[in-house]
């Protein structure tokens, strides 16, 4: 039986799984970001963990990275939230270390990559996957592949759209992900109440808007009408069949998903729209699965 | 020796061209558009054109159509600037009349394989091109192909980058190419003019530039902001090596594109700028040459 270890490395926790060619997760392991912060440590923990599992003969280790990486290289350019990693060879140190093939990607891709084999994407040639979060995170399935570049991330979330001067984390302005990052939305609900809020999640302003808080449906308007016009602008590109919505934020699907699709039917142009769905994301341990999926078809394909 | 039957479409000229295996036109011949306006004169002249040419025994059919289609079909759903060409199945019509594989695709993609094989993305996994004409049009060379998807066109001039009510003629608000497309260039500089000015082309808007006028200046000033941070954002998703500047308005190359670098130095990714080259389209009669090409491809995967 083919075994894979896949890494699911967010930047509060860092999931380890091994998972079958069915799909299966075997065994599954958590561990905390902050511990494993250092270059060093992480893959000291990697190699520890590879010898605890050598039972298993694992053929191939797949990597989601949070941040901007050459696929192909398995080299990571930066990882925005973790300080530290800036221009490093993971890909290469990891193959020398672990003696076992090893594969990197972005963690939307991967998060795709499993939609796109298990999920909401499964079967189709066409689609959008969004990680709605802290940021906007994004990938795009093309004749039913994960769409590749030398930089493996399509950033989607730094598509301008706008041309005022809001500026975003990327160091850009008018990014859609300061429209629809939740730390955007938390900033923008507080400015509404005046500061006069406790406030902290995302949860929180989609519950208060399900209570029928004006605040809190505006804050929702505002990020479906900004969320629609971009994926307007994504249809007129990459004519989808779905556009599934993953990442925390996604919770609010029901409150932000009619007003949406109004957005897009008014913007986007009607062939490219015909016969799209907008779906939440199916696969749960997306991102275990969807790396073990990435070793898998690396494997394959060499 | 194989040959291959190129039409460009344009909305002015229909230009039909015999190309050979290394993309040499043997034979052009030029068409007013207002002539075959109509669906069944189009056919007719298509069809007497291909037997007046029977002596080159043609392999197969390359159109460029300006508009809305389904590739694989060749079906076309609508023509902008065509009335009466609404939900046409052209491409099977076209195959039982001239008895030729017939393959059907928007226009920028044509140009995109053009530049593709002999021009300015020669060798290279990853472009994009755009026409800056009266509208934007766009295509994207992905892992050395021309990005595919049902709906042929990647309608990058219907791309938003602005939540501003500025209607586009797609029916949506903001799309870029009511900053870029030489009609809206044109009605803004009439506007900075307060209306005092005969200036009906954007040829002149450009020599107004190069003399220093401050209303032309400013036009270009715009029009390359825009770009740019439209650009940007594409730059985000597809992590160019190049991007092609073809179409009429991109005889203000050198006015346009110091100003759209420094935009796209400061929006986009740095990893993804790394090494992008921005180019003027370098293919003459791309638009026959790659139907041409079209039509060869087509055969030879079929």
Redesign the interface.
Known sequence: MSVFLGIDWGGTYIKAGLVNSQGEIIRSMVYTSADLRKKKVFIKKLKSLVKELSTFKIKGVGIGAPG?I?RDKGFI??LPNIPGWKNFPLGSVLKKELKIPVFIDNDANIFALAESHYGAASGL??AIFLTLGTGLGGA?I??GEV?????SA???G??????EKRLCG?????CVETFVGSKYLLARYRKLKDNMTETKNIKDIFDRALRGEKQALLVWEEFS??LG??L???I????PQVIIFGGGVSGAFRIFKPKVWQVIK????W??VKGLKLVKAKVKEAGLIGAALLAAEGIKSK
Chains 1, 2 share one sequence.
């Open positions: 901007i050459n350019y930066y040639s066409r795009v093309s004749e769409l590749k570049a030398e930089v399509l950033e989607l730094h598509v301008p759209i706008s041309l990327c160091g850009g302005q008018g009408f900004a016009m971009f307007a602008g994504m007129n590109i990459f004519n008014k913007q986007a142009m062939p490219q």
